[in-house]
């Protein structure tokens, strides 16, 4: 089995910073991406920031130049440093991780953490 945990979120003031962690454990052979996403009430859940197993990264447009996303691939862990927030980057933000279970399976499995919640208000 395969857990993800974030952590790292609260409240914050507009224009502050705050780094989220997701820290993936159990039967992982590797991790091909790590992804962050975030979800407002009444949105649908959107993509914000991914890394790949070679460290190239992708970023939402709402977020370049405010957010890196990094990995930390001998501790399975992906983390979300957030720059300048702006109130509409309040959300649940997710963790997802696409990774092989087995070096004996050629298929990936997908799985998603439980959600840390961010909050940016005066």
């Known amino acids: 089995q395969v857990q993800l945990v974030e952590s790292g979120g609260g409240l914050v003031q507009p224009g502050g910073s705050l780094r989220l962690s997701c820290a993936a454990s159990?039967?992982?052979?590797?991790?091909?991406?790590m992804d962050w996403y975030r979800q407002a009430p009444g949105m649908q859940r959107e993509f914000v920031a991914r890394?790949?197993?070679?460290?190239?990264?992708n970023y939402a447009d709402s977020v370049k130049g405010r957010f890196t996303i990094s990995r930390d691939s001998a501790k399975n862990t992906v983390y979300l440093q957030m720059k300048n927030l702006k109130p509409e980057d309040t959300a649940v933000y997710y963790c997802?991780?696409?990774?092989?279970?087995?070096?004996?399976?050629?298929?990936?499995?997908?799985?998603w953490g439980q959600g840390t919640q961010v909050t940016v208000s005066s």
């Open positions: 890394v790949n197993s070679v460290g190239d990264t």
């Open positions: 159990g039967s992982i052979y590797e991790i091909g991406t």
């Open positions: 997802k991780a696409v990774l092989w279970v087995s070096r004996y399976d050629v298929r990936t499995s997908e799985y």
